[in-house]
């Protein structure tokens, strides 16, 4: 039986850093609003405090704060002709589900795009020439510069209260930054967090070969701070439980420690946990959202919420799930190219090479999610791309984050994964590495897209979402010529001995390893209604 | 998740005392370890008896003791793998197993068997002792230190003939043996936190600022580990 509840101006889906953000803006107006999100309910106190949360196995390993496949997953294939088979278990990559989202247990690296990246087709073609960008690659731009979106970075830096340092300062290139970062009006609210050695000997080495290091731009207090809500962070202690939990600090930025107690004063906001939306309803024009139904677990029913503004504000894939779900946008058809919505996801191409010093001590459980030093030397508005046979970029970082021994065990060539040389091997050399890494591009392709899955059905009785993506040699160009620009350092570096992962022709997309949160694409922004499931107001 | 708690009955606790002393010497404070049932004595939650003969004589093979150096069974790994096939891991609780499965898929696609951890382990063990008795003359846990090393390999090496389903059967049995040196101690392995004192890694401290200092640079931490209930070593 569904039950109808009383109208509200504005019902939110998902209660992460995006529903809160548009429901304290929101709330101040006046206006009524619902948040409903499908997880736990989650404070720092009592879900992040120490020192249970310091727990590798629950958090790190079985995934406590992400979502249950159990309640929502997808499925997956490297193209069309197969069939796609479901993500029974987290792997690549790791949604979060409960109040905060993925906003609690990321490592908050917080980059605003290159003005080149908002308009890369255009960008490409005009530098480049239109043979740079192969037949399938379906890149567009998106609608909205750098300039326009310049004051909004700015607020929402100062909002979650990053520690940094300015590259490009009102058009002047600043010592220390970034030199290829788009001008900014303001230096970062707080200075930039202090870095490990490990770190510290690549950003040495990189200076001495003419590269730029700078500080990662850290959604982690390097200070005591106070933001516009009137939220309070500490400065963070370099706990070294950093992504996949949530701080037990106050010092990593998230919906908890920036925004929501600010948010709950609001008598006009409220919010309702394990309450999983499952669909978007539209009036008989098929274009205005009237409501939304959702599956209310307390009461064991579904409930029609309507109300004036529907706002997605879910991961960006169930965001796609939920329009395919609601009949929002045409769905994409990779055979014709025609559609909308699922179309141009993609992702991230990562690699990295682990550095070896038999004399070193790298104490590697002290840091945080962004204690790195970075080079932006080879992004994407730093390379050619005629020249080099790639669209896209990468920056590289040697960071220190974690020294949780069941998944951060660095072992170098010659130790066995198991028996007495294995366990020799991780006392010889546990805390005796330090890497440097790659996180690039991955451009969109023709057959790369989000789809209803025609035989796998989550609890609720709708088909899953079915994910189509596999590398491309473009991206396996790029992380190729990453490969050989970190090789360059680390040789300089003069480590013991060294050991390299990167994809190469060969590499297909494996869900299993974790690569990256970076799920990006399925409800694509754009200026034309062709290609584009949202306008540059982010409006369907 | 299932808590590893101590039987502390006096006739437990008096055997396990004279047990232990050979590893508390290694361990610092070892309260905690001999307030918990010894090995010997334990009653597994999940595992049969031929289960948990396998169970401990795999995971000695696969992080050993050494003269000094606590291994797997120090660290009461068996322990630890049996609380978790008896919990939410072992009963894949949080894992998508809805039908159809393929276990024979391409493998990039993920783990696609029918079975939970807990069946893996219970139908692996059972096909790989069967496998140790043609190859090698009795199941794994009679068998001498290096038949048993050979069989070990046979297995990661996918040389032992096992159904799709048990594919990930040595994986996880790895994987999971290194949790349970690893784990906090509450989860029933790494007892006295000896995972961690072998290499080096404080626990639970979570606290380090003042150590983030560039003076400290290659100066190793000097802190021994702390587990979540606060035990220290």
Known sequence: MARNDPRKDVVIVGLGWTGAIAGIELAKEGLEILALERGADRATVPDFQYPNVADELRYGVRYGFMQKPVNSTLTLRHNSSQTAMPMRHLGSFLPGDGVGGAGIHWNGNTWRPQPEELRLRSYAIETFGANVIPEDMTIQDWGVSYDELEPYFDRFEYMLGLSGQAGKLNGEVIAGGNPFEGSRKRPYPMPPLQM???????????????????????????????????????????????ERYGCLNYSKSSPQTCILDALKRYPN???????????????????????????????????????DLVILAAFSLHNTHLCLLSGIGQPYDPATNEGVTGRNYAYQMTGG???????????????????????????????????????????????????????????????????????????????????????GSNMAYRDCYLSLDPTYRDPHGRPLLRMTFDWKPNDIAMTQYMKTRIEDVVQAMKPTSFASSYKDASSHYDVRPYQSTHNVGGTAMGLDRRTSVLNRYQQA | MPIDFPKSTRRAFLTSAVAGTAIAASMGHGWAQSTLVPLAEYVPTFLSPTEWAFLMAAVARLIPSGERSPGAIEARVPVFIDLQLAGEFGQASDWYMSAPHVPDSDPLLGFQASLTPALIYRQGIAAFDTWCEVAHGAPFAKLDADTQDLALTALEGGKVKLSP?????????????????????????????????????PGARASYREWNDPATDNVRYPMGPVSISGERA
Request: hydrophobic share 35%; net charge negative; with cysteine.
């Open chain 1, 196 to 242: 490990q050695m490990g770190p510290r000997m690549f950003r040495d080495k990189a200076e001495a070969m003419g590269l730029h290091p700078f500080p990662m731009p850290a959604a982690n207090a390097s200070e005591a701070y106070v933001n516009e809500y009137g939220m309070q962070l500490g400065p963070c202690n370099y706990c070294g439980f950093c």
């Open chain 1, 269 to 307: 906001f409220a919010y309702r946990t394990h309450c999983d939306v499952l669909k978007v309803e539209l009036a008989t024009d098929g274009k205005t959202a009237t409501g939304v139904t959702y599956w209310d677990e307390a009461a064991g029913e579904d409930v029609f919420q309507p109300a």
């Open chain 1, 353 to 439: 090479t682990t550095l070896f010093y038999q004399d070193l001590s790298f104490n590697p459980f002290i840091g945080s999610g962004s204690t790195s030093y970075v080079i932006d030397d080879y992004g994407t508005n730093a390379n050619d791309f005629a020249a080099l046979g790639f669209v896209g970029g990468s920056y590289i970082h040697a960071s220190q984050s974690n020294g949780q021994p069941i998944r951060s065990m660095s072992l170098p060539k010659g130790v066995a994964k198991w028996g007495a040389s294995w366990k020799q091997g991780t006392k010889d050399w546990y805390g005796r590495s330090m890497s440097i890494a790659t996180h």
């Open chain 2, 165 to 201: 389903d048990l594919r990930d059967f040595f994986d996880l049995l790895l994987q999971n043996t290194k949790e349970g040196f690893f784990a906090d101690p509450m989860y029933g392995g790494n007892a006295g936190m000896v995972g961690w004192l072998h290499i080096g890694f």
